[in-house]
Nanobody, 129 residues
């Protein structure tokens, strides 16, 4: 199983930007797709974005489309989530997740956390004026 180490996050004002990083230890990105989830206080963990290992295709939930960008650096074995035009409703703990590439299509139909192989430790993002 990959070990995921997150970095980034913090406190920003509405309209500002942050970038989260998710470094994969152990098995490389070659075998796993990566997704980002977030969880606000008192709410369930929800999918945000993801990137396929096989073709680099991406998805974004409607709430972040046009503002967030997911991309990967194979040389650094790291996946990033660039977050622009942040809103107060983006506040929460963000988790990166690895999903076996073989079940990526199934994951995309539900984006259920039960498909996740490994989780990062979480990064707090707070958007407040």
């Amino acid at each position: 199983q990959p070990q995921l180490v997150q970095s980034g996050g913090g406190l920003v004002q509405p309209g500002e930007s942050l970038t989260l990083a998710c470094a994969h230890g152990g098995p490389t990105l070659d075998y796993f797709a990566t997704a980002w989830f977030r969880q606000a206080p008192g709410k369930e963990r929800e999918s945000v974005s993801g990137i396929s290992r096989s073709d680099g295709s991406t998805y974004y939930e409607d709430s972040v489309k046009g503002r967030f960008t997911i991309f990967r650096d194979h040389g650094k074995n790291t996946v990033y989530l660039q977050m622009n035009s942040l809103k107060s409703e983006d506040t929460g703990t963000y988790y990166c997740a690895s999903i076996r590439q073989g079940i990526w299509r199934q994951f995309l139909t539900e984006k259920n956390p039960s498909y996740v192989t490994s989780w990062g430790q979480g990064s707090q993002v707070t958007v407040s004026s």
